[in-house]
């Protein structure tokens, strides 16, 4: 009211005034205030009241996410565009890893874009900080399903950068393909989708990483690596990339300095500047969500247009990864960490609604060859203006239940 400026603000709730559930909940404005950089969200102030058991994280206010954006059929993005999202993505992730702090989420409608097309990490309630010198144990109940890495759902609770690299191959090769690359709608089904598209582990790393969920999700026969035929429609200097960043043994993902340096950003076209992306109208989730909605009662009428249905279609695939869901809440840190104080509900995927199966096969990437304006080197931020496949080598008859109850025997599970 005193500048006129309109910020967004995330509630943060008070109920539980236990000492570990307030220590899960500062750990966010701690990571928050430890971060500054163009392409991360920044902490502006924090809002309380006398009347209120809430806190509240005041932030610039964003107009667009990602997943708003990739979920709009008129909107196509080129390869420099592409190019330029995840340079931003790569850059604040960067950051976050040069100051020992793991996101653990991201995803579309974590990655917030401004009118000035400038791209920042957001949500940081899954966040921790990590000891790239020093590594302890740390809950594998986190990263949303579609963007999960494989050691996360083999139980892995030793784990470092490679978890936020391999979410932003999967945000790559979303970019790219115009969907999802691996939609699974279970934990048990992501697995598959893994094996299929990235190959199973070769027996040196069953051996060496000791997983805890490696006897059980094991494939009797190895799947090969597949995907260079799988996106052979991609740019071709983005395939060493997202080989690179779906690497199967996360050290093998490097780092996203290496990832910045790689001859997908080196080579021609060169990502756009991020002031000359085109400006959209607001697009976020709940946008997407809204037009679905209007799309399905249009097709209710007698002469609805045939389009229609596949649009919606694409547009519930993506956004439909990062719907909110209480189904699964992340507990405090005190009942073993296996969960988290819920700020925010992780994103099961409801059966119902996410298609039976994404054929590779039809995957296609269309991009303009129009003329576009250079851009390479470190991004300029704007100045603000102040105002199965069932499978036959897995045994999937049986449903994989995990519980929140387990334990790790012996360690001390940080959050």
Same mark, same amino acid.
């Given at each position: ?45 924090l ?47 960067e ?8 996101h ?44 999960r ?12 950068v ?8 999967c ?66 200097s ?6 690179t ?10 780092t ?5 340096r #790689?001859?997908?950003? *080196? $080579?021609?076209? =060169?990502?756009?500047? +991020?002031?000359?992306?085109p400006?959209? @109208? ?26 229609l249905?596949p ?47 994404? #054929?590779?096969?039809? *995957? $296609?990437y269309? =991009?303009?060859?129009? +003329? ?5 080197? @470190? ?24 519980s ?12």
């Amino acid at each position: 009211m005193l500048t006129g400026k309109i910020v967004a603000l995330k509630k943060v709730r008070f109920d539980n005034l236990e000492p570990e559930s307030v220590k899960f909940m500062a750990r966010e404005i701690i990571i928050l205030r430890r971060l500054d950089h163009p392409n991360v969200v920044k902490l502006e102030g924090l809002v309380t009241s006398r009347m209120s058991l809430s806190l509240y994280l005041v932030f610039d206010y964003m107009v667009h996410d990602l997943a708003g954006l990739a979920a709009s059929p008129e909107i196509k993005f080129t390869e420099p565009q592409v190019k330029c999202y995840m340079h931003q993505l790569l850059s604040g992730l960067e950051h976050c890893h040069n100051r020992h702090v793991l996101h653990r989420d991201i995803k579309g409608s974590n990655l917030l874009i401004d009118d000035n097309g400038v791209l920042k990490i957001a949500d940081f309630g899954l966040a921790s900080f990590f000891d790239p010198n020093r590594r302890q144990p740390m809950t594998n109940r986190v990263v949303t399903l579609w963007y999960r890495p494989l050691e996360l759902l083999l139980g892995a609770t030793e784990y470092g950068v490679g978890i936020d690299l391999w979410s932003a191959g999967c945000i790559l090769g979303e970019l790219l393909a115009g969907k999802p690359i691996m939609p699974g709608r279970t934990e048990v089904e992501q697995l598959h989708k893994i094996y299929k598209l990235c190959g199973s582990p070769s027996d040196e790393y069953w051996k060496k990483s000791k997983l805890p969920n490696a006897t059980l999700f094991k494939p009797r026969e190895p799947y090969r690596r597949c995907i260079r035929e799988t996106f052979k429609d991609f740019p071709p200097s983005a395939l060493p990339l997202i080989d690179t960043l779906l690497a199967v043994d996360p050290a093998e993902r490097k780092t996203a300095s290496d990832a910045l340096r #790689s001859e997908f950003f *080196t $080579t021609e076209p =060169y990502a756009c500047d +991020p002031s000359s992306l085109p400006k959209y @109208p607001p697009t976020k989730e709940m946008d997407a969500k809204r037009r679905d909605d209007e799309a399905r009662r249009a097709m209710a009428a007698p002469e609805a247009n045939a389009e229609l249905q596949p649009n919606i279609d694409r547009r519930r695939l993506i956004t439909h990864a990062n719907a909110k869901s209480k189904s699964e809440k992340f507990p405090p840190p005190h009942e073993d960490g296996q969960l988290g104080y819920p700020l925010g509900s992780s994103n099961h995927i409801d059966p119902d609604i996410v298609p039976t199966d994404v #054929s590779f096969v039809s *995957t $296609t990437y269309n =991009y303009s060859k129009e +003329p576009f304006q250079a851009w390479s080197g @470190p991004i300029g931020v704007p100045k603000q203006k102040k105002h199965n496949n069932a499978g036959d080598a897995l045994d999937l008859s049986k449903p994989h239940k995990s519980s929140h109850k387990d334990k790790v025997k012996g360690k001390k599970i940080i959050v």
